[in-house]
């Protein structure tokens, strides 16, 4: 099965940027969909943007205008750049693809801090 595995979260200040990066150790040509989720303490995970395999993508509002997500299917990445960052985004963020054959998988998670 393949594996993901997130990178590129850390402390940053409001106002500023990260990307966040998830590996796939196989191939993430054949998939539903994929994308990042999010989820702090005693929450529920909350969607963050994804993409669909004929290519559209979807943000939640809270993010719109502010992260955009991208894929590299020769590379077998994903990627999350988050600009203009809140404390509210203050998260671990989660990416996840869902393949063919509805087979789900999650990475483990990268912590993002927004502080000042």
């Known amino acids: 099965q393949v594996q993901l595995v997130e990178s590129g979260g850390g402390l940053v200040q409001p106002g500023g940027s990260l990307r966040l990066s998830c590996a796939a150790s196989?191939?993430?040509?054949?998939?539903?969909?994929m994308g990042w989720f999010r989820q702090t303490p005693g929450k529920e995970r909350d969607l963050v943007a994804t993409?669909?395999?004929?290519?559209?993508?979807n943000y939640a509002d809270s993010v719109k205008g502010r992260f955009t997500i991208s894929r590299d299917g020769t590379k077998n990445m994903v990627y999350l750049q988050m600009n203009s960052l809140k404390p509210e985004d203050t998260a671990v963020y989660y990416c996840?693809?869902?393949?063919?054959?509805?087979?789900?998988?999650w990475g483990q998670g990268t912590q993002v801090t927004v502080s000042s």
């Open positions: 996840y693809v869902n393949f063919y054959g509805s087979t789900l998988v």
């Open positions: 196989g191939s993430i040509l054949r998939f539903n969909d």
């Open positions: 993409i669909i395999s004929g290519g559209s993508t």
